[in-house]
C-alpha cells in the first residue's frame, strides 16, 4: 500500500514542479526582456547580459552593434530582418551599448537608464 501511495504522490509532485519551474522560467524572461526605442532611428541604449548570450529582434532590417563600455570593443550581428532575430554570446556582467534601427527587443537582460 506505501509504494502505491508514493507513486502516485511522485506522479502529481513531479509533474506540478515541472510546472512551476516553466512558469518561474518564464516569468524571469519576461522580467528581463526590453525593446528599445521606436522609430527608424539609429538608438543607442546600454545593456547588461543577464546570462552569457543574448537574443535580438528588430521592427526594422538592420545591423545590430555591441560596443564594450569600457574597451570600446564591437561585436557585430551581421544582419537581422524584421521580426526574425539571432543570438550572440556576450560576457555576463559587462556593460554594452547596442545600436540599431527600429525596435529593437533584447533579452534576457538588464537596461541601464540614464
Given at each position: 500500500m506505501d509504494k502505491k501511495r508514493?507513486?502516485?504522490?511522485?506522479?502529481?509532485?513531479?509533474?506540478?514542479?515541472?510546472?512551476?519551474?516553466?512558469?518561474?522560467?518564464?516569468?524571469?524572461?519576461?522580467m528581463h526582456t526590453f525593446t528599445l526605442s521606436g522609430g527608424e532611428i539609429v538608438k543607442s541604449e546600454q545593456i547588461q547580459p543577464v546570462g552569457g548570450k543574448v537574443k535580438v529582434t528588430g521592427t526594422a532590417?538592420?545591423?545590430?552593434?555591441?560596443?564594450?563600455?569600457?574597451?570600446?570593443?564591437?561585436?557585430?550581428?551581421?544582419?537581422?530582418?524584421?521580426?526574425?532575430?539571432?543570438?550572440?554570446?556576450?560576457?555576463?556582467?559587462?556593460?554594452y551599448r547596442v545600436e540599431g534601427i527600429g525596435e529593437l527587443t533584447v533579452s534576457p537582460v538588464n537596461v541601464r537608464i540614464e
Open positions: 508514493l507513486k502516485r504522490a511522485l506522479g502529481v509532485a513531479i509533474p506540478l514542479a515541472v510546472i512551476i519551474i516553466g512558469i518561474s522560467y518564464n516569468s524571469y524572461i519576461k532590417d538592420t545591423d545590430v552593434v555591441f560596443t564594450d563600455i569600457e574597451s570600446g570593443e564591437t561585436y557585430v550581428i551581421g544582419y537581422i530582418t524584421s521580426r526574425v532575430g539571432d543570438t550572440i554570446k556576450l560576457e555576463r556582467g559587462k556593460w
